[in-house]
């Protein structure tokens, strides 16, 4: 009884103080990885096509970059050259009304996540990138391709 009353007591006071409670939308499920590009000294940058298995160019050498690009939300990115972990950075990515999707700003509203990814002295071998859904059921789902 003691509990409900401090609960009732604590939304009076927030309606008397015109406190609003803040709704947040669930995170919207994982629904797309896609290597969009790979970069180098010896051949510039490569866009990757939808399917596309391997590079067309011969990357490798040092400087490697990769860009992949996650729509939705994950919470367990597991990256990898042939097994090895590769360090990256992440930039969040907006929608607008033409359907594009742009680097966020201010009080844009966050569907996915652009990610760069440094090879670091690695060369050619097969490039992996996976990630478990944050919402449930929890999906996973991944993305690779063959660096040349």
């Known amino acids: 009884m003691k509990k409900r009353l401090v609960s009732v007591f604590a939304a009076m006071l927030a309606l008397f103080l015109g406190v609003q409670s803040a709704a947040a939308a669930s995170a919207p499920p994982l629904s797309q990885l896609k290597v969009l590009k790979v970069s180098s000294p010896s051949c510039g940058v490569e866009d990757i096509a939808e399917g596309q298995a391997q590079t067309r160019c011969d990357h490798s050498g040092p400087n490697i ?39 966020c700003t201010p009080g844009g509203k966050t569907v996915g996540y652009l990610y760069a990814f440094d090879l670091a002295g690695k060369q050619e071998g097969t490039f992996t990138f996976s990630n478990i859904s944050l919402n449930a059921p929890g999906i996973t789902m991944s993305t690779q391709l063959y660096i040349k």
């Open 65 to 103: 970059m990769i860009y992949v690009l996650e729509v939705g939300y994950g919470r367990e990115p597991h990256v990898g050259l042939d097994g090895f972990d590769v360090n990256g950075t992440r930039t969040p990515v907006c929608a607008f009304k033409n359907g594009n999707l742009t680097t």
